[in-house]
């Protein structure tokens, strides 16, 4: 299957993607809100619809969108008590305006489906460098903030009293938040970021308690769910989404069953 | 010197007076009991004192200067929010994210850093939590984690806010005995809130009582007394002594007990 060259651009684009999803994803699970990152890519969905009407290119609509969103949710986030409600109505309103612009532009409809649900098997080299640099700034900025990020996730108090400033580090995870879903929305569609962003996160915390086996772990398993995922796609003529998704969640819920077993044996 | 001194202090939070032109100071090596009813202000006067919060009138002093954030001779254990995130990061890992956490970059923990983590664990007998995970861990077992945490850094003076919420009485006492003899040998001055008075008993130097706004700093029997805590609560209280315990009744309630029944965690 490598002798396509589509199949090898879609190889290093999910895999670049897969690897910075599962990083970021496993500090959006650490930290509990994994839901304002599906929140963001449906936001993105908006902004990606709305570059394709005023003639940009769909990505930058994504990023530009995500990125906006992501920091004002992060600006916001210490005054709205009932975050996820809120969340939950930007959210929707996302996809409502994401149909408006649809609606105005309909000759941008093909590629509903593919923002949607992404299209890996389409993308061209100039995207592979697109991504690639998307990623490289994710993970500069990520390992830029990850010791107090991880101090503020795990213990906001202290981490407030050793003079943290919890905003800054809430507003600015989210942009890298923002700019790992855009991504990630490239390989699966904004309505399937969980797969890359949350299922493989999941699962390695289920697995292992340690911070860097943990990130490990979770960056391995999304890279081969990725790649195994495009795989399948391949030898079935199912699509790439599905397959990713698939794995993500038998991943996830086999971890699941490991401690439990533990457990009984403890017992 | 004393170790915290306020002079005429008054606290504030959105334009209310938590505190109100306070005068108290507290004693190197003092075992201090931090009492009173929910919004009197126990968080926020270790918040004060932790630099997070200035006084808007008066003066605070910690070990004779003003606080600043990050003053690594102050532990602190913040209160426990109510709604614990499914945490599935070992307590080794934990703790290594508060040592100077507050730096940019990754994350790394140096040997020396890791000889320092199960030494403290060592001395409040938790050296098996390094490797279990926050969310496989009793209230108890969290609680002494905390409390290892705070002990880093050799602390002079340690901030335990309601160390004891949520546990029940037999892991009270052994938090307590812990607290009690680490502080004893490391001579560290401790400031110590709870709901409940005697628990603490046995452990605690002085005791200060807030509530009204106020402060009464003192010995539990020149404090915990029908008039002054009547003050403190703005309302008929009553105090019986029996058995070695304390009960603060209000219209023939125990006070202590009834508000520790519907409150966990509402932070002031």
């Not at chain 1, 090898?8 to 993607?17: D, K, L, P």
């Not at chain 1, 930007?90 to 612009?101: E, I, N, Q, T, Y």
């Not at chain 2, 426990?80 to 934990?94: A, H, N, W």
């Not at chain 2, 315990?245 to 966990?264: K, N, P, Q, T, Y």
């Amino acid at each position: 299957m490598f002798q396509y060259e589509f199949m090898t651009n879609a190889f290093a684009a999910a895999g670049m993607v897969a690897v910075v999803s599962g990083i970021v994803g496993y500090f959006l699970v650490m930290r509990g809100q994994t839901f304002a990152g599906h929140a963001l890519s449906h936001i993105g969905f908006a902004g990606a619809t709305g570059a394709g009407l005023i003639g940009l290119a769909p990505l930058w609509g994504l990023v530009g969108f995500t990125l906006a969103a992501g920091l004002v949710m992060g600006l916001l986030s210490e005054r709205i008590s009932n975050r996820d409600v809120a969340i939950g109505v930007v959210l929707a309103l996302s996809l409502g305006f994401g149909l408006l612009f649809l609606h105005y532009y309909t000759s941008f409809a093909t590629q509903a489906t593919a923002l949607l649900f992404g299209n890996v098997l389409a993308v061209d080299h100039t995207m592979i460098a697109t991504l690639a640099a998307l990623g490289a700034i994710t993970l500069v900025a990520l390992a830029a903030i990850m010791r107090p990020l991880i101090f503020a996730s795990l213990q906001p108090e202290l981490a407030e009293a050793k003079g943290v400033s919890l905003r800054f580090i809430s507003t600015a995870f989210l942009a890298v938040v923002a700019l790992a879903v855009s991504a990630c929305a490239q390989i699966v569609g904004v309505l399937m970021v969980f797969t890359l962003m949350v299922g493989p996160a999941a699962a390695a915390q289920r697995v292992t308690t340690g911070l860097w086996a943990g990130l490990m772990l979770s960056a391995a398993l999304a890279l081969g769910e990725a790649w195994l995922g495009i795989v399948i796609a391949y030898h079935t003529d199912w699509p790439v989404s599905f397959c990713i998704a698939v794995l993500s969640a038998l991943a996830y819920f086999g971890a699941l069953a490991i401690p439990a077993r533990r457990a009984q044996h403890a017992h | 010197m004393s170790v915290i001194e306020l002079d005429h202090a008054t606290l504030q939070i959105g334009g209310r007076a938590v505190l109100k032109d306070i005068s108290l100071a507290i004693e190197p090596g003092e075992f201090i009991g931090v009492l009173g009813p929910n919004g009197a202000g126990k968080t926020t006067l270790m918040r004060s004192i932790l630099g997070l919060l200035p006084p808007s009138a008066g003066r605070l002093t910690v070990f004779g200067h003003t606080p600043r954030c990050g003053d690594a001779s102050i532990g602190y254990l913040p209160q426990l929010r109510t709604v614990l995130p499914d945490l599935r990061v070992r307590g080794l890992d934990y703790i290594a994210s508060s040592m100077h956490g507050e730096r940019w970059g990754l994350p790394s923990l140096s040997a020396a850093n890791r000889v320092k983590i199960e030494a403290t664990l060592d001395a409040v007998g938790a050296r098996d939590l390094a490797n279990r995970a926050l969310s496989d861990m009793s209230g108890g077992e969290r609680q002494r984690l905390l409390l290892a945490q705070a002990l880093i850094g050799d602390p002079k003076l340690l901030l335990l806010d309601e160390p004891l919420i949520s546990l029940d009485a037999r892991h009270q006492e052994v938090v307590i005995d812990v607290i009690k003899k680490v502080c004893r040998e490391r001579k560290i001055t401790v400031l110590f809130s709870a709901h409940e008075l005697n628990q603490l008993l046995g452990a605690i130097d002085r005791v200060l009582y807030l509530g009204n706004a106020q402060a009464v700093l003192g010995r539990v029997d020149e404090v915990v007394t029908a008039p002054v805590l009547s003050r403190l609560y703005g309302t008929e209280i009553e105090v019986l002594r029996a058995g070695g315990h304390i009960f603060v009744l209000s219209r023939g309630r125990d006070i202590e007990r009834a508000e520790h029944m519907h409150d966990h965690g509402h932070a002031h």
